[in-house]
């Protein structure tokens, strides 16, 4: 089994990538294979809502020239998506936005997987970040493992050390993402997945 882990932040070193290898360990502990992307040094676009990725037979977004599309070909292969963004102003990154409206806009494939989140931050606005994140997730029809508490890791760098509650959740949210994966793929040999239905799509008018 394999999850891919969505790295939100300009450090390929910070918080939010010491938060994703906690996890990280846990998962590996348990003979999952893990790999990091680091997408927030990246120059990411927008989605411009062009359509494209909603056309019959189209797998991706029509923009290629940054990792959105190589992530969601790694999603496809992946069991897990794990995603972590530090806090800016209260929400995640901005380049984080950019990527996951892209990456969950394209990514019809990414039901049934198991999803999780996790965020960093010096001080506040976790949980309103956590949101954000959790809003993908629930929207693409991941299953989510349960957590101790939200995945709200405190400190800059490796301060996040520091913050034992913060590395418990982590550590807990890695093993119940092992467990659930482990269930899921059990599970699934017997219990198929529920057949899908074509999606009703009403405006508020
Ligand atoms: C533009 C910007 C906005 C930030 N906004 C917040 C904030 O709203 N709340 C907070 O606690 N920390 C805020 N921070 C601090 C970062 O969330 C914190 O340093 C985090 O640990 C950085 O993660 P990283 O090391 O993975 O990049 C902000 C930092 C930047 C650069």
């Not at 969505?6 to 348990?30: D, W």
């Not at 189209?58 to 940054?66: E, I, P």
């Not at 913050?163 to 807990?172: I, K, N, P, R, W």
Request: aromatic letters at 8%; proline letters at 5%.
């Amino acid at each position: 089994m394999k999850v891919l882990a969505i790295n939100g932040s300009p450090h390929p070193s910070g918080s939010t990538a010491t938060a994703l290898r906690l996890v990280a360990e846990e998962l590996l502990a348990r003979r999952i294979e893990v790999e990091i992307v680091h997408v927030g040094l990246d120059a990411v676009r927008g989605c411009t809502a062009c359509g494209h990725c909603r056309q019959p037979g189209v797998h991706g977004c029509v923009f290629t020239d940054d990792p959105v599309n190589a992530c969601l070909e790694k999603a496809r292969e992946s069991d897990g998506i794990l995603l972590g963004s530090p806090v800016y102003y209260g929400g995640i990154a901005g380049t984080m936005k950019c990527f996951l409206d892209r990456f969950f806009y394209a990514g019809a494939h990414l039901r049934y997987k198991v999803g999780a989140a996790l965020v960093c931050l010096r001080r506040s606005g976790g949980v309103g970040a956590m949101q954000q994140l959790y809003n993908y997730l629930n929207l693409a029809q991941t299953v989510l493992p349960p957590t101790q508490y939200w995945p709200v890791a405190h400190g800059s760098g490796q301060e996040l050390m520091r913050d034992a509650e913060g590395v418990q959740t982590l550590q807990t949210l890695g093993r119940n993402m092992a467990w659930l994966l482990q269930n899921l793929a059990e599970g699934g040999k017997t219990v198929p997945q529920p057949a899908h239905i074509q999606r009703v799509w009403t405006n508020f008018i």
